[in-house]
Structure formats: C-alpha cells, structure tokens
C-alpha cells in the first residue's frame, strides 16, 4: 500500500500538469496561432506576390466555410457587375470549388462559393457596392447552404438580424479612385468571426502593404453592449431594429416605418449621440483599427466620416481578406 500512494500522487501531478498544458496550448493557438491575431502568420499566397486588380478570399478558420458574396448588377461602363459574375463563376468552376449565383432583387447578383480549410482563391477585384462575408456552421452540402438563405440550417448564415456576419465591403471603378473607391467593413448589424484585411497602399513609403488585424472577439460582445446569437454578436440595432438612436432612423408618422436619418442618432459632430452606441463603437475600435489607432468599420448608420479604408491603390488594387475562427 505504501508504494501505490506515491504513484497516485504523482499520475494526479501529471494529469493536472497535462491539463494545465492543454488550456495554455488552447489559448494560444486561439490567439496566436491565428493570422487575424498575429500579423506575422499568414495563411494563403503571400501579398507580395498577388497579381494586381485582384482580391484574394482566404479560410484561415478551422471549419469549411462559404463566402456569400453581393454586388451590383447594373451594367455600365462604370460597373462591371454582371461581368464580374461571370468571371468570378468561371475562375470557381475551373479551380472545382462548388459555388452557385442568383438574382438577389433587380439591382443585385448573390452568390456563395465553399472554401476549405486553409483554402484560398484569387478573384477579379472589380464591382460598385460590392461585398464578401463568411457563413459558417454548414456542413460542405452546397444545396444546404443555398437554403440556408431560407432556413437558417447553418449557423449564422443569413446576415443582417438576427445573425450578422463580418462584412467586407469595397467599390471599385474602371476610373480608378475618381468617383470615391474605397474599403470598409460594416458593424451595423453586428460581427461574426474575426478578419485579416491587407492591401497595397497608394504611397508605397514607408511600406507598400498594409496589415489590418480585425480581433473580433464574441467573448467581447457583451462587454460593449452587444448579444451572443448563435456565433454572431448583434449590435443595438440588430437587437432593437427600428429604434431611431440604434439605427439611425426616424419614424414616418403616416406610413410607421423608420427611414434613414443621421440626425436620429448623430450630433451636428457626426459623432454618436447614444452612449450605448457610443460603447458599442468604442468596442469596435478597440478589436479593428489602423496604426493610426482609427476605427476600420462602420459600427453605425451614416458612420461616414471614419472606418473606411481611402489609402490603397487604386490604380493597380491588390487585397486580400482572410478570415479566421471565433475566439
């Protein structure tokens, strides 16, 4: 009996060693070993590399996802948006990546396509009111994600209320910059997992390329006013939607609805006048800035004057987008 207690003491030791190795691994390789945490991990083609007036669309995340898409369908000189269906379907097609586009209204083209883990794809950067954004929680089934759209199969895949996704949004034009080419991110509704954003910048001094580190943290959400829905964080207006200080909008007293209005939620300043709204901007800022310590994002309605990225070039655009797991 005198020998058996030694070697118990010291497996329960080694047990509680192992554990206590496992949840320090854990942490870090959610935090660290994460290309949306660390600037020095990338997953995909290097940048530098990267053809220009193309995007680049990575899963650095530990689950398949499908990258919902949308851009504007109105052919013009300026908008190439039905070509931009074209050839993004094409390139999917030949690289064998299941994907499938629809009419989304008169005015959009929608799509998804399926990207596996640590897969990434290089795409025409082209299109006006264009958008990317991952859904997640489906199964690889591309009939099933399609639905999704319908039924809410996969998690957090429908976007806007009730499950938002993290959007990346940019407009790009045959006239290069001149009609106000820009990328942004959009928070109005809320976030789902965390994002890389890089991209060649206009004035290649001091660097050419620009790393944004977008740490969006659910185990955050609350803390900045937010609501953990399935693996989403709702903001105020996707929590409250119609509320005029949440959402940016004033009520029409004849027809009910609540139409948009900056002045229902902004000071002459354009700054946020709710302080709910405000912790929920300062929360954003916090997880996604520039080196400059600026928000990337619009974390509100009529957000115009901050959060949107002005400096890439748009001459020669090279972007990539990766996004990576929930934390």
Same mark, same amino acid.
């Given at each position: 009996m005198g020998?058996?207690?030694?070697?118990?003491?010291?497996?329960?030791?080694?047990?509680t060693l192992g554990l206590i190795f496992l949840f320090l691994w854990l942490f870090i390789w959610r935090h660290k070993k994460s290309s949306c945490f660390d600037k020095s991990i990338s997953v995909g083609l290097p940048i530098e590399n990267q053809q220009p007036k193309t995007i680049q669309i990575v899963n650095g995340s530990n689950n398949?996802?499908?990258?919902?898409? &949308? &851009?504007?369908n109105i052919q013009s000189p300026l908008n190439p948006g039905p070509v931009m269906r074209n050839k993004w379907t094409s390139i999917l097609n030949n690289n064998h990546i299941p994907n499938?586009?629809?009419?989304?209204?008169s005015t959009h083209i929608m799509g998804l396509f399926q990207?596996?883990?640590g897969q990434n794809i290089i795409l025409p950067y082209m299109g006006i009111s264009s958008r990317i954004a991952p859904v997640v929680g489906c199964t690889g089934n591309l009939a099933e994600a399609?639905? $999704?759209?319908?039924? #809410?199969?996969? &998690?957090?895949?429908?976007g806007g209320t009730p499950n938002p996704q993290t959007l990346v949004?940019?407009?790009?034009?045959?006239?290069?910059?001149?009609?106000?080419?820009?990328?942004?991110c959009s928070f109005v509704d809320g976030f789902s997992l965390p994002v890389r954003i890089e991209y060649k910048k206009l004035t290649p001094s001091p660097n050419e390329y620009t &790393?944004?580190?977008?740490?969006?943290?659910?185990?955050?959400?609350?803390?900045?006013?937010?609501?953990? $829905?399935r693996v989403s964080c709702q903001s105020l207006c996707s929590q409250y939607p119609n509320t005029p200080e949440y959402c940016c909008c004033q009520t029409d007293s004849k027809t009910g609805p609540c139409l948009p209005s900056h002045l229902a939620c902004q000071d002459t300043s354009g700054k946020p006048k709710n302080s709910l709204v405000k912790k929920w901007c300062k929360g954003i800022t916090s997880m996604i800035h520039n080196e400059a310590n600026q928000r990337l994002g619009y974390c509100?309605?009529?957000?115009? #004057?901050?959060?949107?990225?002005?400096?890439?070039?748009?001459?020669?655009?090279?972007?990539?987008v990766t996004f990576c797991s929930p934390t």
């Open positions: 020998v058996k207690h030694p070697i118990i003491f010291i497996g329960i030791i080694l047990i398949i996802l499908w990258i919902n898409w &949308t &851009t504007n499938a586009n629809w009419n989304n209204d990207l596996n883990i399609n639905m $999704a759209w319908i039924n #809410k199969n996969c &998690t957090g895949s429908m949004e940019w407009t790009y034009t045959p006239l290069g910059g001149k009609l106000g080419d820009v990328i942004d &790393t944004i580190l977008g740490k969006l943290d659910l185990n955050n959400c609350k803390n900045i006013g937010g609501k953990v $829905a509100y309605g009529f957000d115009d #004057k901050v959060g949107s990225i002005r400096d890439q070039d748009w001459h020669n655009p090279i972007v990539k």
